[in-house]
C-alpha cells in the first residue's frame, strides 16, 4: 500500500513538471530562446543543505548519476540524445550542478542550460522522460521522497532553457 501510495506521487511529480512544460508551452508569447540565457542554470539554495545530505553528500550524487546516466541510456526516449555524447563528462557537470542547487561544496563550471541544450530539439516528451529516469534512479539510492522533490522543484523550471521544440 504505501509503495502504491509513493508510486502514485512520484507519478504526480513526473506529471506536474511535465504540466509545468505544457503550461509554459501553451503561452502565447513564449519565452525565446535568447532571453533563456539570463536564467542561471544551477542557484545555490542554502535552505537545502540537509537535503544535500540525505543525497549522501557529493559520493552519494556521484553514484546517483552512474544510474540515472545508464537510465538515459537504456530509456529508448532519451537514448538518441545520450548514446553518442560525452556520459562522464555529462555526469560529472550533473553532480557539480545538483550538488550546487543543494548547495555542497563545489562549484558549477559547465554551460548554462539554454547553451548546453541549444540544437537538440528537446521536447516536452524527452524532458518528461529525463526526469522519470532520475526519480527512478533516486528510487534505487533509497532518497526520501521528500527530498526528491526538493531537487525536482528546483529542476522543473530549467525546461524553459532546455525544451525548444513542442
Ligand atoms: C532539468 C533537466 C536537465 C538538466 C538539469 C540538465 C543538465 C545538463 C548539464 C549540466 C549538462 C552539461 C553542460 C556542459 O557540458 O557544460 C547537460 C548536457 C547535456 N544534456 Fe542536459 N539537462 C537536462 C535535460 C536534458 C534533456 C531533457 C536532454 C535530452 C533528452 C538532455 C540532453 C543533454 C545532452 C545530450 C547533453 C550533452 C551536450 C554536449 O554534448 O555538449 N538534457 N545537461
Do not use: W
Not at 36 to 55: G, H, I, M, N, T
Not at 57 to 64: D, E, I, M, R, T
Not at 148 to 162: S, V
Amino acid at each position: 500500500m504505501y509503495k502504491i501510495m509513493i508510486s502514485t506521487l512520484l507519478l504526480a511529480a513526473g506529471l506536474c513538471i511535465g504540466g509545468l512544460a505544457a503550461a509554459q508551452d501553451a503561452m502565447p508569447a513564449a519565452r525565446p530562446a535568447a532571453n533563456a540565457d539570463a536564467y542561471p542554470s544551477a542557484p545555490r539554495d542554502p535552505a537545502l543543505k540537509p537535503v544535500f545530505e540525505q543525497f549522501g553528500g557529493k559520493p552519494g550524487l556521484v553514484a546517483l548519476m552512474n544510474d540515472f546516466m545508464d537510465n538515459l541510456v537504456a530509456d529508448p526516449v532519451t537514448r538518441p540524445y545520450f548514446e553518442n555524447a560525452d556520459r562522464d563528462h555529462i555526469k560529472a557537470e550533473l553532480v557539480d550542478q545538483f550538488c550546487v542547487i543543494l548547495d555542497g561544496p563545489c562549484t558549477y563550471t559547465g554551460k548554462d542550460m539554454a547553451s548546453a541544450h541549444r540544437g537538440m530539439d528537446v521536447n516536452r516528451a524527452a524532458f518528461n522522460a529525463l526526469v522519470q529516469d532520475l526519480q527512478s534512479a533516486m528510487n534505487k539510492h533509497d532518497i526520501p521522497f521528500r527530498a526528491q522533490n526538493k531537487l525536482l522543484a528546483k529542476l522543473a523550471p530549467m525546461h524553459r532553457q532546455i525544451v525548444t521544440k513542442l
